[in-house]
């Protein structure tokens, strides 16, 4: 079946833009991750979505991040005033924490920002 | 809190040679290890974990409580296997928010 999808694949923008990100996960996963991976920093977690539940924000670097999930599938990460250190690529990630994958992470290809 | 260390950034060996890539996590419950790699253009996903005990793509790791670590190992490294590869560590019950480590970027010369 499809796996997790992200658009846009790309996305310039200008410094103090808006930006926003989507996922769609795979159908039927109830966990839903955002990460931003930066070179030399490896995988840094941002927001988590598990069904119905408040989402777990801890990993947010800023108020000008934030992210919803509607109908308990697509999520979309929206950037406020962007800055140049937020350039970078954001994974999205699904998991079904159902046997046999459980903890298993399913990845999207990523959107790669660039921040001018 | 739950910590995981790649202590290499890069690991450069020749095609047919060993490979370990180190891995060692700080947990004091019962951690779910997992190995992901993303090659070159690709998205990052599941090479192995240590429940399932399997070896996949000629790779194996071991979960070694006492030394708390998860190293990845392969004994004769192809080009093919160049990538970046990094280590993570869920919780196998309670919160499913994993830690990664920073990667180890894995370059197989011919």
């Known amino acids: 079946g499809a796996g997790v999808s992200q658009s846009p694949s790309n996305k310039v923008t200008e410094k103090g833009k808006d930006v926003e990100l989507r996922c769609d996960p795979i159908?039927?996963?109830?966990?839903l991750y955002w990460y931003r991976q930066s070179l030399g920093q490896g995988l840094e977690f941002l927001i988590y979505f598990q069904g119905n539940s408040a989402p777990d924000k801890s990993g947010l670097p800023s108020d000008r991040f934030s992210a919803e999930r509607t109908g308990g599938s697509v999520s979309t990460l929206t950037i406020q005033r962007t800055q140049q250190e937020d350039s970078a690529v954001y994974l999205c990630?699904?998991?079904?924490?159902?046997?046999?994958?459980?903890?298993?992470?399913?990845f999207g290809p990523g959107t790669r920002l660039t921040v001018l | 809190a739950q910590r995981v260390t790649q202590p290499e950034k890069l690991l450069s060996v020749f095609k047919g040679a060993p490979v370990e890539l180190k891995c060692n996590y700080s947990?004091?419950?019962?951690?779910?290890l997992f190995w992901y790699v993303q090659y070159s253009r690709q998205r990052l996903q599941l090479l192995l974990r240590?429940?399932s005990r399997e070896s996949i793509k000629g790779f194996t790791a071991d979960l070694n409580k006492g030394e708390t670590s998860f190293h990845l190992k392969k004994p004769f490294a192809q080009e093919e296997d160049s990538a970046m590869y990094y280590c993570a560590l869920s919780e196998q019950r309670g919160s499913y928010i994993p830690t990664f480590g920073r990667g180890t970027s894995l370059i197989v010369h011919p």
């Open positions: 159908s039927g996963h109830t966990a």
């Open positions: 947990y004091s419950g019962s951690p779910e």
């Open positions: 990630a699904s998991s079904s924490h159902r046997e046999p994958t459980s903890n298993e992470q399913f």
């Open positions: 240590h429940i």
